[in-house]
Structure formats: C-alpha cells, structure tokens
C-alpha cells in the first residue's frame, strides 16, 4: 500500500518496529531457556560431584554420570552457538534503533521530504534483511493487532475524557479479569460514574483507571 502522507509512514513505522521488537523478545526467551537449562544442568552436575566425594562413591556407574552431564552441557552450549542467538539480537536491536530514529524524523516533519522518502526507505530495507518473510508475516501481524487494540483503547479513553469534561456519564469496560479486553472492549462489569461537578467526575476517572492499571479492582 503506497504511503502518500506522513501520518501514513508514522503507522507504519511504528508497526514494523514493534514486529522487530516482537522478534527480539521471541528469540531473547529462546536464548534465556537454552541459557537456563544449561545452568540446570551444571549445578546438578556439580551438585553430584560434591555428593559423590562426601558418599565416598566410586562405582563404574557413577563415575559415568559426570561425563555424561559434561556432553549434554556441551551439546546445548553448541546449539546456543549454532542458532547465533546474540548475533541476531544484535541484528535486531540495530534495525530497531534505526526504524526508531527514522520515526522521530518523520514526527518532527508535516509532511513528506525525499529525505524522509530516503530513511524511510532504507528503515524498510533494514527490516526486510533482520528477518525471513515467513517470521516477517507473523510479527508484522502481530504488530498490526497490538496496535489496533492499543488506538481502540485510547480513542475509548479520549472519548470517556471529553465527556467527563462536558459533565455527561461515562462507562468503563473491563473484560472478566479487570483489565482492557486485547482484542476487544467488551461491555462487561460496567461502572458509571456521574457528578454535577465536571471537576469531580474527571478526578473520579482517573483514580479509577489508576486502579485498574494496577490490577487492585
């Protein structure tokens, strides 16, 4: 889809930023596993060698086991090295930090420059060489959902703030849970709040939204 104004670019870098970081946070916790299980494994196997000097055992059996323990960590660390978790993330974090200086660029801008045309291109580059197209899909995605959900909430919120300064009632939607639906708002546990006083009713919705962020209602 062409971009032809710089509220268009905006979005759309913010987007693919986020997918970016959405792939930095999936490869992170796969690094963090294999880094745990590697840390697992060395303290049982350490662990078993202070056991073993205390129990005084010497059995063929488990004299076997260190060894055993030693392979498998060696295997794991070989994996962590094969898949280039760090090399990746570094990638990552470098595509990131560019699409966001783009962003900044094109926010202090009204409208669209062949500078901005230039950044905007070489961001997209970027993000084309971070990622496969198949994880590219997939974040992209999942980044377009975050932020549809994220723009439905705020215009609810600017909404309920417009009328809470006109002196009108308001109702806040909450999902089972407390908290704003992620796909949806839905109208469950509605709360009304109305006063004569505006100034009172905008203090009585931002108190209350405060307690909902902090999950304490």
């Not at 930095?24 to 880094?35: E, G």
């Amino acid at each position: 889809m062409e971009k032809d104004n710089i509220k268009m670019l905006i979005n759309d870098l913010r987007a693919k930023r986020d997918a970016l970081s959405l792939a930095h946070s999936d490869l992170k916790k796969s690094a963090d596993t294999w880094n745990k299980i590697i840390i697992l494994l060395s303290l049982v196997t350490g662990g078993f060698e202070s056991a073993k000097i205390q129990m005084g055992w010497s059995s063929n059996e488990v004299k076997l086991f260190p060894i055993l323990m030693s392979s498998i960590i060696a295997g794991c660390s070989s994996i962590i090295k094969f898949k280039g978790f760090n090399e990746k993330m570094e990638v990552l974090i470098q595509s990131i930090s560019l699409l966001t200086n783009v962003l900044n660029k094109c926010r202090n801008h009204s409208e669209i420059d062949d500078d901005i045309l230039i950044e905007y291109n070489n961001a997209l580059e970027k993000l084309e060489t971070s990622l496969y197209p198949d994880q590219r899909g997939r974040f992209l995605r999942q980044s377009h959902k975050n932020l549809l959900s994220i723009l439905k909430y705020e215009k609810t919120f600017y909404d309920n703030i417009a009328k809470a300064n006109a002196g009108e009632k308001i109702v806040i939607d909450t999902d089972s849970d407390k908290t704003i639906s992620k796909d949806d708002i839905n109208i469950n546990n509605i709360e009304k709040f109305h006063s004569e006083d505006a100034d009172d009713v905008e203090t009585g919705v931002e108190l209350k939204i405060k307690k909902l962020e902090q999950g304490s209602i």
